[in-house]
T-cell receptor, first 113, second 113 residues
Framework: NAGVTQTPKFRILKIGQSMTLQCTQDMNHNYMYWYRQDPGMGLKLIYYSVGAGITDKGEVPNGYNVSRSTTEDFPLRLELAAPSQTSVYFC????????????FGDGTRLSIL | EDKVVQSPLSLVVHEGDTVTLNCSYEVTNFRSLLWYKQEKKAPTFLFMLTSSGIEKKSGRLSSILDKKELFSILNITATQTGDSAVYLCAVESGGGSQGNLIFGKGTKLSVKP
């Protein structure tokens, strides 16, 4: 009963490095989302996808890129890591927009030093 | 600008107390309001509310939505230490962001033995 799986759980990056946060779901959900959560703040939407091959920007997309080549996977890429990207990143999925809750992964804690 | 405001931001109670958490919102094209519980990792889904005045219950937790006054409350009766968590309120808006979630900052509940 895996649900939404995120890897890695923790990562420390140096400024200017790049990395990909992985997210996969086994519920055959069409919709997938990436959020970031800063201390004492709510979750903010970075990117979302309504199906394979379709992605769109959320509230805070700058500095990130995504792709959705399969229904299951929705990786988030940081090209040039900056200290402002230090955060906890959550991936979520849902069966459809509207009247269905989003299900979240356990998060990736990322520190940029 | 769409926004979701939760109050209080933090709350300390003793086991057995009853608590009420508040969530007010201003969004375009409201679709639904959701409550999540976040312990150390992933937010876990509690309730989704779409209709005004209809209470949703799950054990000691209940929630109700007032679409006229634009707020929701989450009640927890006979609190236990396991209820200690951050409770997140999110509103799904059907505006330009196509039904994505807007989160409040959360209420941190601490239940002491």
């Amino acid at each position: 009963n895996a649900g939404v799986t995120q890897t890695p759980k923790f990562r420390i990056l140096k400024i200017g490095q790049s990395m990909t946060l992985q997210c996969t779901q086994d519920m055959n959900h069409n919709y997938m989302y990436w959020y970031r959560q800063d201390p004492g703040m709510g979750l903010k939407l970075i990117y979302y996808s309504v199906g394979a091959g379709i992605t769109d920007k959320g509230e805070v997309p700058n500095g990130y890129n995504v792709s959705r080549s399969t229904t299951e996977d929705f990786p988030l890429r940081l090209e040039l890591a900056a200290p402002s990207q230090t955060s906890v990143y959550f991936c979520a999925s849902s069966t459809a927009q509207g009247n269905q809750p989003q299900h979240f992964g356990d998060g990736t804690r990322l520190s940029i030093l | 600008e769409d926004k979701v405001v939760q109050s209080p931001l933090s709350l300390v109670v003793h086991e057995g107390d009853t608590v009420t958490l508040n969530c007010s919102y201003e969004v375009t094209n409201f679709r639904s309001l959701l409550w999540y519980k976040q312990e150390k990792k992933a937010p876990t889904f509690l309730f989704m509310l779409t209709s005004s005045g209809i209470e949703k219950k799950s054990g000691r937790l209940s929630s109700i939505l007032d679409k006229k006054e634009l707020f929701s409350i989450l009640n927890i009766t006979a609190t236990q230490t396991g209820d200690s968590a951050v409770y997140l309120c999110a509103v799904e808006s059907g505006g330009g962001s196509q039904g994505n979630l807007i989160f409040g900052k959360g209420t941190k509940l601490s239940v002491k033995p």
